[in-house]
C-alpha cells in the first residue's frame, strides 16, 4: 500500500518531454570496479577481497533519468560512491561531460566535482549537526570562492527557495528539522555548485511514507526546472518506473539488465528482473494474479559476496538455470530494446 500511495501522488505531477534517447552521454563509465580486503584477526591479516562492484559499464545521456534497482548489499551505494570518487574505484574508467573523471587529481578533481553531486540517502547523518543551515549551505560557495556577502545571501534564499524552505531556516540547527526538511536541505546543498548530474542514493527511504511523495516530487520539478541529468537509486520499483527513462538492475556487483523503462517493465528478459517485478504491490487483484502467474518468485538469499557462486551469480537462486550457468558468467549483450546478461534470455 505504501508505494502505491507514493505513485498515486506522483501521477498528480505533470511530466514535461525528456531529453531523446539520442542525446550525447553526460556519465561514461567503462568497465569499473571496486574491490574490498577482507581481514581477519587483531592483527589485520587479509583473508581474502569482496568485489562490491564487478566490471560495470553504462552511461546516461543528457537530460535522461536513469534507475539503478537491486537487492540491499548489492552494490549500489558503493557504484554511487565510487562515480564520485568519494571512494576509489580499484579499476575502470569514468568520463563526465567527456572529461577523465577518473584520472583527475588534485584542483582538477575538485573543480570537476562541481558538475557532479549526491543526495544520500539518511538526512540525519548526511547534516554536520554543529552548523547551522546558513553555515552548510554557504561551505560550496566559500571553497570555491564564488559569492560573498549580500551575493551569497541571495544564493542561498534561492536554493531554500527551490526546495520550498522559508528563509528563517538559515539560522537554525539541522536538529530542529524534521526528516523530510533535512533532506530538502540536503539537496539545496547538492544543488549549490549547479551541477549536471545528480546522485539520488534511495533519497527517501529514511523518510515517512507521509512525506516520500514530495522529496520525489520535489527532484522530478528540479530535474525539469533546471535541465539536471539523474542517477536515481531506489528499492521502490513503482516509483522508478514513474520517474525514470531508463532502468538499470544490479545484481551481487555486477549489472544483469539495462533497457528502456517501458520495455524493462512489459518484458523483462532477466529472470531476476522479473522475479522484482514480481514483488510489486498491485492494487487490481486480477492483474496481480496475472503478475504472479507470469513471473517465478525470488527464492534462497543473496550469495556471500566475499565467496561468489562461479558462472552467473545468481544461477543458484535461477529458476530457469542451465548447466551452462554455473560454468560460465554471462556478458552484457543485446537483447529486445536493452542489454541482459543472461545465457536463457529471449529463449
Avoid at 518506473?241 to 517501458?262: F, Q, S, T
Amino acid at each position: 500500500m505504501e508505494s502505491l500511495t507514493i505513485v498515486n501522488t506522483l501521477l498528480e505531477t505533470p511530466t514535461q518531454p525528456m531529453a531523446s534517447p539520442a542525446s550525447p552521454p553526460l556519465l561514461e563509465v567503462q568497465n569499473l570496479t571496486k574491490t574490498f580486503p577482507v581481514k581477519q584477526g587483531l592483527l589485520g591479516m587479509n583473508k581474502g577481497t569482496v568485489q562490491a562492484v564487478s566490471d560495470v559499464s553504462f552511461s546516461i545521456p543528457t537530460g535522461r533519468t536513469l534507475g539503478l534497482v537491486g537487492e540491499s548489499g548489492c552494490g549500489k551505494t558503493t557504484l554511487s560512491r565510487c562515480l564520485l570518487r568519494l571512494i576509489e574505484p580499484t579499476t575502470g574508467e569514468i568520463w563526465l561531460d567527456g572529461q577523465p573523471f577518473h584520472a583527475l587529481k588534485g584542483d582538477a578533481l575538485r573543480q570537476a566535482r562541481r558538475n557532479m553531486q549526491m543526495v544520500f540517502q539518511n538526512p540525519y547523518a548526511s547534516l554536520n549537526p554543529k552548523l547551522t543551515i546558513r553555515e552548510t549551505l554557504a561551505e560550496p560557495f566559500e571553497i570555491f570562492n564564488l559569492a560573498k556577502g549580500q551575493a551569497l545571501e541571495a544564493e542561498l534564499f534561492t536554493l531554500l527557495d527551490l526546495v520550498g524552505l522559508p528563509k528563517e531556516a538559515l539560522g537554525r540547527m539541522p536538529h530542529e528539522f524534521s526528516g523530510g526538511q533535512r533532506q530538502r536541505i540536503g539537496i539545496a546543498r547538492a544543488l549549490a555548485l549547479k551541477p549536471k548530474l545528480l546522485i539520488a542514493d534511495e533519497p527517501v527511504s529514511a523518510l515517512d511514507v507521509s512525506v516520500q511523495a514530495q522529496i520525489l516530487n520535489l527532484l522530478q520539478s528540479l530535474k525539469q526546472e533546471l535541465g539536471l541529468t539523474l542517477l536515481f537509486i531506489s528499492h521502490n520499483l513503482s516509483v522508478v518506473e514513474h520517474l525514470c527513462d531508463d532502468v538499470m538492475v544490479m545484481y551481487l556487483g555486477r549489472i544483469v539488465e539495462n533497457a528502456p523503462k517501458e520495455a524493462l517493465f512489459t518484458n523483462p528478459q532477466h529472470p531476476y528482473t522479473q522475479s522484482l517485478l514480481r514483488a510489486v504491490p498491485i492494487a487490481d487483484p486480477v492483474v496481480a494474479k496475472a503478475n504472479k502467474l507470469l513471473y517465478k518468485p525470488l527464492v534462497g538469499d543473496l550469495p556471500n559476496p566475499a565467496n561468489p557462486p562461479s558462472g552467473c551469480a545468481f544461477h543458484t537462486r535461477c529458476p530457469v538455470a542451465v548447466e551452462r550457468c554455473s560454468a560460465e558468467r554471462p556478458v552484457l549483450a543485446p537483447c529486445g530494446e536493452g542489454l541482459v546478461a543472461c545465457w536463457e534470455a529471449g529463449k
